[in-house]
């Protein structure tokens, strides 16, 4: 780097194509920040998904105790598919940690050695666009018709016997499995629509940042911009916190489809993190172990 600051092989860069760069330069590492953004985004509606997931699974288990191998049957396929659509996801934002990582190399590097690294980085952006494309058929032709599905059958076992559901309402002021049950049994199409819409929100995630990954892959290709931006420190701290970011966080998705499963087997896990508030005493939770 000169004494200016800039790459010395940016002198070679004259009239129109330095007004381009020059006039691209901010959005450039704006572009930056805009995947950095995407990828929080990504972060938090997984965290949301696999919270509205959890809270489906456990209160709806714990609500109908006697009731447990049929709600298990109907729980088990939206698990099952959910950590088809993890892995899928965990793949994705593996192909974003590679294309950065990629990416630093590119700015890192001496022309000669960084085409390499540019056909690297395309690999990494075709291998995410395949993945979002698997995340879209597993939501949106498998995910989405079983949990409309399973809405009618979920409601069907938590109400139970029109008798039972009358003895249900007139016990719930000072009964807790009635009022919890009757709680859980009516806040079921509320709990599968958030479920969906964090799965269309993953999926606009996804989309997104394969657009942003592309335009920066744009760049990459630049000759001109290349020889603008390798070596400058303020692109290159950018480009490694979202790297590190990345990083951290990569193994989160398979770390959430472990606790989709009790002590490694098929069975549902049952945590006591997601009863809700309608148990603050915890008799509920008491009662469901007991009667296992």
Not at 156 to 180: A, F, M, V, W
Not at 258 to 264: F, I
Request: hydrophobic share 40%; aromatic share 12%; glycine share 4%.
């Amino acid at each position: 780097m000169s004494v200016s600051g800039l790459n010395p092989r940016f002198k070679g860069i004259q009239g129109d194509e330095f007004l381009a760069i020059m006039k691209h330069s901010s959005k450039d590492q704006n572009e930056i920040t805009v995947l950095a953004n995407a990828l929080c985004t990504l972060l938090n509606d997984h965290e949301s998904f696999h919270l509205n997931l959890m809270c489906l699974i456990t209160q709806a288990s714990l609500a109908a105790v006697f009731r447990r191998s049929a709600i298990s049957s109907i729980l088990t396929p939206i698990r099952d598919i959910a950590v088809e659509f993890y892995g899928v996801t965990s793949a994705m934002w593996k192909d974003v940690y590679l294309f950065l990582r990629q990416g630093l190399y590119i700015l890192r590097s001496e022309a000669a050695s960084s085409h390499k690294n540019i056909a690297n980085a395309e690999h990494h952006i075709r291998a995410a666009q395949v993945d979002y494309l698997r995340a879209c058929q597993i939501i949106e032709s498998r995910f989405e018709d079983l949990l409309w599905d399973s809405e009618e059958f979920l409601i069907e076992e938590l109400r139970g016997s029109c008798g039972l559901e009358i003895l249900l309402r007139l016990t719930k002021r000072y009964c807790s499995l009635s009022s919890y049950r009757l709680i859980v049994m009516e806040g079921i199409p509320r709990r599968l629509s958030m479920l969906w819409d964090d799965a269309r929100e993953i999926l606009a995630c996804c989309h997104h940042l394969g657009e942003v990954m592309s335009r920066i892959q744009i760049r990459f290709r630049s000759p001109e911009w290349r020889a603008y931006y390798t070596g400058r420190a303020d692109v290159i701290e950018q480009f490694t916190k979202t790297f590190l970011y990345t990083s951290r966080w990569r193994d989160r998705a398979e770390h959430h489809i472990g606790c989709l499963y009790k002590y490694n087997s098929q069975e549902l896990l049952i945590d006591d993190q997601y009863v809700g508030p309608w148990d603050p005493n915890g008799f509920v939770w008491d009662w469901y172990w007991w009667w296992r």
